[in-house]
T-cell receptor, first 114, second 110 residues
Framework: EAGVTQFPSHSVIEKGQTVTLRCDPI?????LYWYRRVMGKEIKFLLH??????QDESGMPNNRFLAERTGGTYSTLKVQPAELEDSGVYFC?????WGSGELFFGEGSRLTVL | QKEVEQDPGPLSVPEGAIVSLNCTYS??????FMWYRQYSRKGPELLMY????GNKEDGRFTAQVDKSSKYISLFIRDSQPSDSATYLC??????????FGAGTRLAVHP
């Protein structure tokens, strides 16, 4: 069974540009999460989808970040316009609907803003 | 003050050593305690998960939680070079929103 997949694995953009990160969760996992780790900091929660609905978006840093999960399948995280401080690794995770407590993480999308 | 404090290391030990990794936390609302392992350029993977105070053992790994002291530990017995990774403690008040420590980088040398 395929794990959580994320694309791209690495993106280098200039300040002010737009980047869209994609996450494909494990099939059947209703819960989808975005986390990120900026340089020298802890991995921090961004938001949580249950199917296509945003359950908790308290970790989204500002309105330059937009997350969507169309049809309750894959999710995208768009950063527009990107700033230098957005550089880091963005992790997507998913978990099954019965809430086992285990989150399955993807390998992350590394974002570098120049 | 951070919600979770974890020494980032690095920690270097010889093969076969017992490794002790620790985190302290400040919020008594945390109910779930986890340890994730992260290899370089990979995502975190769940290693140990516990709900209550006490010990939980899985092979060479033992997770320990002391809610009264707000202190959690992970012990690795007979450490192997393949254990070289970053170990992240993670806490949650529910299943979904995890609070991570900074991660401790462990190197086990032959």
């Amino acid at each position: 069974e395929a794990g959580v997949t994320q694309f791209p694995s690495h993106s280098v953009i200039e300040k002010g540009q737009t980047v869209t990160l994609r996450c494909d969760p494990i099939s059947g996992h209703d819960n989808l999460y975005w986390y990120r780790r900026v340089m020298g900091k802890e991995i921090k929660f961004l938001l949580h989808f249950v199917k296509e609905s945003k359950q908790d978006e308290s970790g989204m840093p500002n309105n330059r970040f937009l997350a969507e999960r169309t049809g309750g399948t894959y999710s995208t995280l768009k950063v527009q316009p990107a700033e230098l401080e957005d550089s880091g690794v963005y992790f997507c995770a998913s978990s099954p609907p019965w809430g086992s407590g285990e989150l399955f993480f993807g390998e992350g999308s590394r974002l570098t803003v120049l | 003050q951070k919600e979770v404090e974890q020494d980032p290391g690095p920690l270097s030990v010889p093969e076969g050593a017992i490794v002790s990794l620790n985190c302290t936390y400040s919020n008594s609302a945390f109910q779930y305690f986890m340890w994730y392992r992260q290899y370089s350029r990979k995502g975190p993977e769940l290693l140990m998960y516990t709900y209550s105070s006490g010990n939980k053992e899985d092979g060479r790994f033992t997770a320990q939680v002391d809610k009264s002291s707000k202190y959690i530990s992970l012990f690795i017995r007979d450490s192997q070079p393949s254990d070289s990774a970053t170990y992240l403690c993670s806490l949650s008040g529910g299943y979904n929103k995890l609070i991570f420590g900074a991660g401790t980088r462990l190197a086990v040398h032959p």
